[in-house]
């Protein structure tokens, strides 16, 4: 996995965005969770570009220097346990070119896991009760980011990716 010149200097500036994004999503309260999505955008830009591999390394580096940048040490756990790693996932499981529903069974899986994962560890600093409603909601919400984060995919191949000159 050797990369070039140009390749490091994008992934450079990629983690750049990555890390403003995740600090913007500290510093305003009021849009942390679209401030976390475009940071695990950033994520999947960069397995796109360079395939699941890199990306992985990079959303490594994304948490450590997240952790060491960002004010807000809780929020940035929703980053850790779900957006960046849910790039990743999502990648492994499309990445069979097969749209079933067991790939979104999956997802759903995953999402649950992370979700529980998320109030335990949130519930070990803050008091937290969760309503059914609460759950159902987070459910229809993580179903329109999954779309949302596949158009937004689609959009920077084919409208974004050509007009990006890497050399």
């Given at each position: 996995?050797l990369?070039?010149?140009?390749d490091?200097?994008?992934?450079?500036?990629?983690?750049?965005?990555?890390q403003?994004?995740?600090?913007?999503?500290?510093?305003?309260?009021?849009?942390?969770?679209?401030?976390?999505?475009?940071?695990?955008?950033?994520?999947g830009?960069?397995?796109?570009e360079?395939?699941?591999?890199?990306?992985?390394?990079?959303?490594?580096?994304?948490?450590?220097?997240?952790?060491?940048?960002?004010?807000?040490?809780?929020?940035?756990?929703?980053?850790?346990?779900?957006?960046?790693?849910?790039?990743?996932?999502?990648?492994?499981?499309?990445?069979?070119q097969?749209?079933?529903?067991?790939?979104?069974?999956?997802?759903?899986?995953?999402?649950?896991l992370?979700?529980?994962?998320?109030?335990f560890?949130v519930k070990?600093f803050?008091?937290?009760?969760?309503?059914?409603?609460?759950i159902?909601?987070?459910q229809?919400?993580?179903?329109?980011?999954?779309?949302?984060?596949?158009?937004?995919?689609?959009?920077?191949?084919?409208?974004?990716?050509?007009k990006?000159?890497?050399?």
């Open positions: 996995m990369l070039k010149g140009g490091v200097a994008y992934l450079g500036v990629l983690l750049g965005l990555n403003l994004f995740i600090i913007l999503s500290s510093a305003i309260e009021t849009n942390t969770i679209i401030l976390l999505a475009g940071a695990a955008l950033v994520v830009i960069v397995i796109v360079f395939g699941g591999k890199s990306g992985a390394v990079f959303y490594i580096a994304s948490c450590i220097l997240g952790f060491i940048l960002t004010f807000n040490k809780i929020e940035f756990v929703t980053y850790i346990l779900f957006f960046g790693l849910y790039s990743i996932v999502k990648h492994l499981l499309e990445s069979k097969d749209k079933t529903l067991i790939i979104y069974a999956a997802k759903l899986v995953f999402f649950n992370s979700l529980v994962a998320m109030y560890a070990l803050i008091p937290l009760q969760l309503a059914w409603w609460m159902a909601a987070a229809l919400l993580f179903i329109v980011y999954d779309y949302a984060f596949a158009v937004f995919i689609t959009a920077y191949i084919t409208r974004i990716r050509t990006i000159r890497r050399d």
